[in-house]
């Protein structure tokens, strides 16, 4: 499974980004997906997850703020960000669980499967 993020940028603090993931490879050996991100000094954290089936977990700091959805047909997720804040700068990562295990936003907080290389997200104050 390959994870391909792009739409990471520079943008002022209030504005809005969004993040795309695309998925290649074996595709159906995945099932739910999510969006991590790592600021500088600082580990990883889950910021969103979503299932095939489309059910969410966001993380306290970005909830109201940033949305996660897929389309499954198109082999995407996405992470729709709003109300940027500073503190919303890092490294955002797409990752994904593999098939056949539950849906546990405590056991994706430790990670998940598959990942992509990231991208950078840059909010100005």
């Known amino acids: 499974v390959q994870l391909v993020e792009s739409g990471g940028g520079l943008v002022q603090a209030g504005g809005s980004l969004r993040l795309s993931c695309a998925a290649s490879g074996s595709i159906f050996s995945i099932n739910a997906m999510g969006w991590y991100r790592q600021a500088p000094g600082k580990e990883r954290e889950l910021v969103a997850a979503i299932s095939s089936g489309g059910s969410t977990y966001y993380a306290d700091s970005v909830k109201g703020r940033f949305t996660i959805s897929r389309d499954n047909a198109k082999r995407t997720v996405f992470l729709q960000m709003n109300s940027l804040e500073a503190e919303d700068t890092a490294v955002y990562y797409c990752?994904?669980?593999?098939?056949?295990?539950?849906?546990?936003?405590?056991?994706?907080?430790?990670?998940?499967?598959?990942w992509g290389k990231g991208t950078l997200v840059t909010v100005s104050s």
């Open positions: 990752a994904a669980d593999q098939a056949g295990r539950t849906w546990s936003p405590e056991r994706y907080a430790n990670g998940m499967d598959y």
